[in-house]
C-alpha cells in the first residue's frame, strides 16, 4: 500500500512522503525486487546493475512512478519493466549499446545508463534518440541519483 503523509523506514533510508508532490496525482511505490529478477535482467544484459540501484529497488517500498517536490515527474523502472522499455526500443538499442533504462520522465526522455561505462553516471536521452552522442551527462552518479530521488529533489 502506499503511503501519502508518513515517512517510512525501508532498509535503513527514511524515505519521506513530504519529498512526492500528490497533489495532482497519486505516487505509486515498487515492493522489494527479487533477486531472481536481477539475475535474469544481467544475464540478458550480460552485465551487472549497479549496487546502488539494486539496493535502491529492493527496499521494502520505493518510488516508481511520482512528482518529486522538486517538481520533476519520475517513472522508475523495475528490472522487468527495463527490460519490457528495451524490447520496444529493438532497433535502437543497436545505436545504444550498453543501454540500461533507470526510468523515464514520464514523456519523451528516460535516465539511463552506459553498462559499458558506468562511471558516466546517469545519462539522459531522447526515446528517438540516434546513438550515445545524443545523450546528455546529468553529472550524478546512480548514488546521487537515488539520493536526489530520495529528498526529492532531483531536477534533470
Known amino acids: 500500500t502506499p503511503f501519502t503523509t508518513t515517512g517510512r523506514e525501508s532498509r535503513g533510508v527514511h524515505m ?60 522508475l523502472l523495475s528490472p522487468t519493466d527495463a527490460q519490457g522499455l528495451m524490447s520496444a526500443w529493438d532497433e535502437a538499442l543497436e545505436a545504444h549499446p550498453g543501454f540500461y533504462p533507470l526510468g523515464t520522465d514520464g514523456s519523451r526522455n528516460l535516465y539511463c545508463l552506459d553498462l559499458r561505462s558506468p562511471e ?16 546528455e551527462s546529468l553529472n550524478l552518479s546512480v548514488e546521487e541519483f537515488v539520493a536526489q530521488i530520495d529528498n526529492g529533489t532531483f531536477r534533470p
Open 120 to 135: 558516466l553516471g546517469v545519462l539522459l536521452t531522447d526515446n528517438s534518440s540516434g546513438g550515445w552522442d545524443e545523450a
Open 16 to 75: 519521506s512522503a513530504s519529498n512526492v508532490d500528490e497533489t495532482g496525482e497519486p505516487a505509486s511505490w515498487g515492493s522489494s525486487v527479487p533477486d531472481s529478477d536481477f539475475t535474469a535482467a544481467e544475464s540478458a544484459l550480460t552485465a551487472s546493475i549497479p549496487v546502488a540501484w539494486k539496493t535502491y529497488l529492493q527496499r521494502e517500498q520505493w518510488l516508481s512512478k511520482g512528482r518529486l517536490r522538486s517538481g520533476t515527474f519520475v517513472t
